[in-house]
């Protein structure tokens, strides 16, 4: 129970955050976009969901729920919380100096590597890789750190995938769509084939019959989580391409 609290807690001060900076930066600058809102809140609500209660309990013994919590937990949450903005946010809440310095680690040779596609691929795909083909997985269930570990390394590394894949907060080192996307697929490849991989080979400890249905639920949930990110990818790509004639002609259309 004290880990599910310590992660819980996490995501609480995170949403709790978020919402304060709302208020703070309603106050100097127009209304902070509501779709923005909700999607923190429901990103948070999913990640909870994964650390605490029922799900989480269950996830210790029932390999599908597990798997159902990796998918809030790794890839809802981050994409939810990613079209959240928060950096945005942080940018235009925050006093002048505080904000600069921020985007001067943004900037830095470590906030390049960090937000780097390739990079947040190889710790987000290659740590799941690692998590289920070695002992990780059923130690994770016997040791109070590397549980809490691992929950938050698949959450941020989600969350760092996501945002380098789509850029919703500001970014200094922007990269093609063609890059983005060629990366994007090679990512979701290593996922559909670790999930059938555990179909076939299962982590130590999980039954058999478990582990397919796990891998299953990996599969096809985490296709649907990847169909949206395609479609956000697509549709930033096409604002950004399509003629400026056509453009003002869609929103004069929009406008009646």
Same mark, same amino acid.
């Given at each position: ?16 955050? /978020?919402? =304060? ?7 100097? /600058? #127009?209304?902070?976009?509501? +779709?923005?809102?909700?999607?923190? =809140? ?5 990640? @909870? $969901? ?15 729920? +597990? ?14 919380? $990613? ?13 002048? %100096? ?8 943004? #900037?830095?040779?470590?906030? %390049? ?11 987000? $795909? ?14 994770? +269930?016997?040791? $109070?750190?590397? +549980? ?10 989600? /969350?760092?995938? @996501? ?12 990269? *093609? ?38 891998? %299953?639920?990996?599969? /096809? ?19 950004? @391409?399509?003629?400026? *004639?056509?453009?003002? #002609? ?7």
């Amino acid at each position: 129970m004290i880990p599910q609290l310590i992660l819980a807690s996490f995501f609480l001060m995170g949403l709790i955050g /978020y919402l =304060v900076a709302v208020v703070i930066s309603n106050q100097s /600058y #127009k209304q902070w976009p509501l +779709h923005r809102i909700i999607c923190a =809140v429901s990103g948070s609500f999913c990640a @909870t $969901v994964a650390v605490f209660g029922p799900l989480a309990d269950l996830g210790h013994l029932w390999f599908p729920a +597990h798997m159902m919590g990796h998918l809030l937990l790794g890839m809802l949450a981050p994409l939810l919380l $990613v079209l959240a903005a928060p950096m945005s946010l942080l940018l235009r809440t925050l006093p002048v %100096q505080p904000a600069r310095f921020i985007t001067r680690l943004l #900037k830095s040779w470590v906030g %390049q590597i960090s937000l780097h596609p390739i990079f947040t691929t190889l710790i987000n $795909v290659g740590g799941l890789w690692l998590l289920y083909t070695t002992e990780l997985y059923p130690l994770m +269930h016997e040791y $109070v750190f590397l +549980h809490l570990f691992i929950h938050l390394h698949v959450f941020i590394a989600g /969350y760092l995938f @996501t945002a380098s894949i789509l850029y919703i907060d500001p970014i200094s080192h922007r990269l *093609s769509y063609l890059y983005r996307s060629i990366v994007l697929i090679l990512a979701l490849a290593a996922h559909n084939i670790l999930s059938k991989y555990l179909y076939a080979q299962p982590p130590n400890g999980v039954p058999g019959d478990q582990a397919q249905l796990g891998s %299953q639920i990996m599969y /096809y949930g985490g296709d649907a989580v990847d169909l949206a990110i395609i479609f956000i990818l697509c549709l930033q790509w096409y604002k950004t @391409t399509r003629p400026r *004639s056509q453009w003002k #002609k869609e929103s004069t259309l929009l406008s009646y």
